[in-house]
């Protein structure tokens, strides 16, 4: 559906979210992909190696302003929590990699939902973001330039959104991520164990009215059950979410069962 992000997971953490209302926020250190931080390195390093020879003011200035973004770029690592969503709702590698074989896509309204988060954490005061993940290297390079330019030009604070950009080998994913900074002493910060690691998660209340974002809902390829959707229907009536039926699809696509 236009406009619709949607959240691959398993039945269990979908029943979760509807009955608690809330999504557990991965800090950015324990993210699947290992890359993120070090990429971001690589990157400014380019986008800095650029501004060097471009610029045209005076070489020991320029010396001195970029010598305070390396500085900076040492000390910067925020406590960033993301939560994930991918543009495309029904894709084999997000199946096989994000869902479980019982999975489900859930469909929000991007706008809508960004909207509501966005208003719901100003007014706490607490910075988040909602953006799509650039994976071209030469458009993180671009970014990083304007960013360098305007430390040097316009004396402004250095920012990176480090935390949008990753290695083109992860654009199967289509990735739109939610963002937010950790400065809430309300904030549930917890650590929690996966299969093989544990890691650190903050649990984040949905503001009111947010089930109205809900668009549609896909079930695995993989998944064998046939009635399903018939249940995933009384549940969502039981939690008082209205939804077309029509829009809750099982996935047809030509996958061998798991």
């Given at each position: 559906?236009?406009n ?24 950015i ?21 650029e ?26 690592h ?38 509501m ?8 005061a ?26 040097i ?8 959104d ?14 739109y ?12 910060i ?7 690691d ?13 089930k ?44 061998r069962?798991?």
């Amino acid at each position: 559906m236009d406009n619709s992000v949607y959240h691959y997971t398993s039945l269990d953490a979908f029943t979760k979210i509807i009955k608690g209302e809330k999504l557990w926020f991965t800090h950015i250190d324990c993210l699947n992909d290992t890359s993120e931080y070090s990429h971001y390195d690589i990157v400014l390093e380019k986008a800095i190696d650029e501004v060097k020879k471009e610029t045209i003011i005076n070489t020991n200035e320029l010396e001195n302003r970029l010598d305070i973004i390396h500085k900076f770029k040492k000390l910067f690592h925020p406590d960033i929590y993301t939560f994930s969503f991918s543009n495309n709702g029904n894709s084999i590698p997000m199946w096989n990699y994000y869902s479980e074989v019982s999975g489900i896509s859930l469909g929000f309204n991007k706008i809508l939902l960004t909207k509501m988060m966005s208003e719901y954490y100003i007014r706490k005061a607490i910075a988040f973001s909602g953006n799509d993940i650039i994976y071209d290297e030469d458009k993180q390079i671009v970014m990083f330039k304007e960013n360098i330019y305007k430390t040097i030009n316009e004396s402004k604070n250095l920012e990176f959104d480090f935390h949008i950009i990753k290695k083109d080998c992860f654009k199967y994913e289509d990735e739109y991520r939610f963002a937010l900074l950790s400065k809430n002493k309300e904030s549930d910060i917890n650590i929690i164990a996966t299969k093989t690691d544990l890691k650190k998660i903050c649990i984040v209340e949905l503001p009111e009215g947010w089930k109205k974002t809900i668009t549609e809902i896909y079930i695995s390829p993989y998944n064998k059950s046939e009635n399903l959707k018939q249940k995933i229907i009384e549940f969502l009536e039981f939690n008082k979410i209205k939804i077309d039926h029509e829009r809750i699809i099982k996935s047809e696509l030509p996958v061998r069962q798991k």
